[in-house]
């Protein structure tokens, strides 16, 4: 599923009523939400769906795939989810 498939299901879902314009409003606020909760807290949690959370990536030696040349990549920050029970359970 993309984006525009989801905002067609928070459409679909919220009912006839609500515009595409209105549920893709919808979908990007809580994209943003969870974009600034993890910023700032490092962690957002919607029970029964899952947790964001920031992970550090240490610095390693990696490997040019076009050359074979060995890399240092820096050391990074990147976001994990973890999934939660109810979303586990719908698998």
């Known amino acids: ?3 525009v498939e989801l905002v067609e299901a928070v459409q679909k879902s919220l009912g006839k009523e609500t515009s595409k314009a209105e549920a893709e409003r919808a979908v990007n606020a809580v994209i943003d939400g969870i974009k600034v909760g993890v910023k700032k807290t490092k962690t957002v949690q919607l029970i029964g ?3 964001f959370k ?4 240490k610095a390693r030696i990696g490997v040019n795939p076009k050359t074979g ?3 240092k990549i820096k050391a990074s920050k990147t ?3 973890v999934a939660g029970k109810a979303l586990k359970e719908t698998l």
């Open 49 to 51: 769906f899952g947790t």
């Open 1 to 3: 599923m993309n984006k």
């Open 79 to 81: 976001v994990k989810f």
């Open 69 to 71: 040349a060995k890399i």
């Open 54 to 57: 920031v992970a550090s990536r």
